[in-house]
């Protein structure tokens, strides 16, 4: 097992939640592409090694989700319920993942699913963070209807994170798709006020509200840009922050 260092002076965030929606795993044919996830497994042993603890909230949306499902016929409560079980198996293979690079990890999932991962404990999951094992939350909220940025902003509240990293495929927060606008515009820093009023597609409306309640600080930033993680938490303005005062 990699041996953790003593947290550096100019480290910014010492706990972190990061979520990944399960397109940042996707191959080409759909499912998990494992050299992707094999490297970002890499950036979370990085910046644990660093001493940061980290819990992580996985999307599912590379296997299943509830809304597209609803188009096919499928009911919405049955779609979301099937969608949270594609973040179980999203889940258990970077806990497989982390853990063959000496990662320690655990998943804790919302639903009841025990023989495969534990059930979601507050208690417990703060005690693994503090003992630097990684904790992977599952299955969202374990309600339809809210989706995995409000079960994100909710685990990193309860588990007192000092940020919310959401990790993408683009460079931060534009005023519109940059993948399909060349004119969008870059915010560099944001409010949660002006990514309401705005209706920029940071986060869902429950999660950005959660955020702003609670004063956590919300970060999007390129995943696919090597060290992006490792750099924002030793405090290098990476992608764009969501906080009360830009």
Known sequence: MSPINMRPINMQYKRVLLKLSGEALMAQEGGIDLVILRE???????????????????GGGNIFRGREGERQGIDRVTGDY???????????????????????????????????????????????????????????????????DTAAALRAIEMKAEVLMKATKVNGVYDKDPEACNDAVFFPEITYVEVLDRGLQVMDLTAITLCQENSLP???????????????VLGEHIGTIVRRKA
Not at 112 to 123: C, N, V
Not at 220 to 227: A, G, P, T, Y
């Open 40 to 58: 970002l497994a890499s950036q979370v042993k990085e910046i644990r090694d660093l001493g940061v603890e980290i819990g992580i909230v996985l």
């Open 82 to 148: 099937i969608g949270m079980l594609a973040t179980v198996i999203n889940s258990l293979a970077l806990q497989g993942t982390l853990e063959a690079l000496g990662v320690p990890a655990h998943v804790q999932t919302a639903l009841a699913i025990e023989r495969m991962a534990e059930p979601y404990d507050r208690k417990t999951a703060m005690e693994y963070l503090q003992n630097k094992r990684v904790v992977i939350f599952a299955c969202g909220t374990g309600n339809p209807y809210f989706t995995n």
């Open 218 to 232: 919300v970060i999007v930033l390129n995943i696919r840009e090597k060290d992006n993680m490792k750099r924002a």
